[in-house]
Nanobody, 120 residues
Framework: QVQLQESGPGLVKPSQTLSLTCTVS??????????WMWIRQPPGKGLEWIGY???????YYSPSLKSRTSISRDTSKNQFTLHLSSVTPEDTAVYYC????????????WGQGTQVTVSS
């Protein structure tokens, strides 16, 4: 059974960089054909896809967030990390990590989500 768990600060000040880590158990982030996603849901809004890191370490980001986003990984810890720079209150959201095979847009495993609030 694959499990994903997000971790990171719940409160970030405007203009700072938000960093969240997803720890994966029950499966390796280097297994071929799997893509590891970051998604968020602002309050009162729908899900917004942020980007992914693939099994080979390749990355792809949402065009609307690309200039502020990077995703890295630590294969020795089976973790991948989201970095979102120059945050504003509009980045306040519940942030999720998830797994996709393909990618197909169908996520078979999700983390429970972590609330991040951007406020001074």
């Amino acid at each position: 059974q694959v499990q994903l768990q997000e971790s990171g600060p719940g409160l970030v000040k405007p203009s700072q960089t938000l960093s969240l880590t997803c720890t994966v158990s029950g499966g390796s982030i280097t297994t071929n054909r799997y893509y590891w996603m970051w998604i968020r849901q602002p309050p009162g809004k729908g899900l917004e896809w942020i980007g992914y890191i693939g099994a080979s370490g390749n990355t792809y980001y949402s065009p609307s967030l690309k200039s502020r986003t990077s995703i890295s990984r630590d294969t020795s810890k089976n973790q991948f990390t989201l970095h979102l720079s120059s945050v504003t209150p509009e980045d306040t959201a519940v942030y999720y990590c998830a797994r996709d095979f393909g990618p197909t847009g169908l996520y078979d495993y999700w983390g429970q989500g972590t609330q991040v609030t951007v406020s001074s």
